[in-house]
T-cell receptor, first 114, second 117 residues
Framework: EADIYQTPRYLVIGTGKKITLECSQT?????MYWYQQDPGMELHLIHY???????EKGDLSSESTVSRIRTEHFPLTLESARPSHTSQYLC?????????????FGNGTRLTVT | GESVGLHLPTLSVQEGDNSIINCAYS??????FIWYKQESGKGPQFIID?????DKRQGQRVTVLLNKTVKHLSLQIAATQPGDSAVYFC????????????????FGKGTHLIIQP
């Protein structure tokens, strides 16, 4: 079982609010990721990081931003939430070993913007 | 862009039977493939992976087959159990991790495996 934690598990918030989704991992992994997933659908990469002070945008355009000040922490922020942001957000991490290795996922934050 | 896809959105099998979940990928540059299981309300859980220099890899009750000629990936689950009920995703990555190499996995649409008693 991977040690990657996301909070909150569920969040219902009004339009225009600023929110931060938390993600922490205790495995010492350098690489971390944020994916967005609509119910029953595939995952889309929105952000990733190679390590501290590294952040990159993923394949899916997103109005969210991320930061990586500490290895274990990779929060995602929405400055002004909109109903179109309603989705599940999954955080993941992996080792940076020089070859591909599996991503370990948290259980996600299910966000509803009203 | 190119993406990984699955043939069936839903697969229903009898408990105790073997399950085969298929996935077609379109990017011939992909060299790493992985299967995830996602139960309701949870994040994807790693099942098994395979690199492009292999055709087959076995785990506990699971086997992944890779056919690079037709760009096809399959997951076989032996003696399917009720706990196998979940959505199964295949995913791919391109190249090795090195500086500006491909990052993150590209996921297919998922197959919902339903176990009938």
């Amino acid at each position: 079982e991977a040690d990657i934690y996301q909070t909150p598990r569920y969040l219902v918030i009004g339009t225009g609010k600023k929110i931060t989704l938390e993600c922490s991992q205790t495995m010492g992994h350098d690489k971390m990721y944020w994916y967005q997933q609509d119910p029953g659908m595939e995952l889309h990469l929105i952000h990733y990081s190679y390590g501290v002070n590294s952040t990159e945008k993923g394949d899916l355009s997103s109005e969210s931003t991320v930061s990586r000040i500490r290895t274990e922490h990779f929060p995602l922020t929405l400055e002004s939430a909109r109903p179109s942001h309603t989705s599940q957000y999954l955080c993941a991490s992996s080792e940076y070993t020089g070859i591909n290795s599996p991503l370990h996922f948290g259980n996600g934050t299910r966000l509803t913007v009203t | 862009g190119e993406s990984v896809g699955l043939h069936l959105p839903t697969l229903s099998v009898q408990e105790g039977d073997n399950s085969i979940i298929n996935c077609a990928y379109s990017n011939s540059a992909s060299d790493y493939f992985i299967w995830y299981k996602q139960e309701s309300g949870k994040g994807p859980q790693f099942i098994i992976d395979i690199r492009s220099n292999m055709d087959k890899r076995q785990g506990q009750r699971v086997t992944v087959l890779l056919n690079k000629t037709v760009k096809h990936l399959s997951l076989q689950i032996a003696a399917t159990q009720p706990g196998d009920s979940a959505v199964y995703f295949c995913a791919e990555n391109i190249g090795t991790e090195s500086g500006g190499g491909a990052d993150g996995l590209t996921f297919g649409k998922g197959t919902h495996l339903i176990i009938q008693p």
